[in-house]
């Protein structure tokens, strides 16, 4: 593997890690929003990565024998579940019952995700640092 393929690796991997900690972040900060353009209660969105493989040309001229593969996002997808029920008669989307329809957020959960997620941008964020160095290292040898 050459040095710019685990650049497009950790870079692949960086891109998405954004998309998830912006994903995240959306959902902690409608955690308490009971009323959407759409109607209803906001929806929790949950991203999903799948493998990606680098591509042929820039393997073949690395001339690897295993593919090497980045990742991306697949897909977000919206909770399509029921919202939680919280009695607040107070409440302008209160329904005649009194129970108000509240996103099916849990904000711990989503902390530790945003949590995961940014140690994984971090570690990313190292690989560069490190096949950087090592490139730095390579070229001093040639002086």
Same mark, same amino acid.
């Given at each position: 593997m050459d040095l710019f393929t685990t650049f497009e690796i950790a870079?692949?991997?960086?891109?998405?890690?954004?998309?998830?900690l912006n994903t995240i972040s959306s959902n902690i900060a409608n955690a308490e929003t009971t009323s959407t353009p759409e109607g209803g209660p906001y929806r929790k969105k949950s991203v999903y990565f799948e493998s990606t493989n680098i591509p042929f040309r820039d393997q073949l001229n690395a001339s690897m024998k295993d593919a090497a593969h980045g990742v991306k996002?697949? *897909?977000? =997808?919206? #909770?399509?579940g029921p919202g *939680?029920? =919280?009695? #607040?008669?107070?409440?302008?989307?209160?329904?005649k019952d009194g129970y108000v329809e509240m996103p099916n957020i849990s904000v711990l959960k989503e902390m530790v995700d945003m949590m995961s997620a940014t140690r994984s941008y971090e570690a990313n964020t190292t690989t560069i640092?490190?096949?950087?160095?090592?490139?730095?290292?390579?070229?001093?040898i040639g002086r």
């Open positions: 870079s692949s991997a960086l891109k998405a890690q954004r998309i998830r996002v697949a *897909r977000i =997808v919206e #909770d399509t *939680r029920k =919280v009695y #607040d008669p107070s409440n302008p989307d209160a329904g640092k490190s096949a950087k160095r090592m490139a730095l290292k390579a070229l001093e």
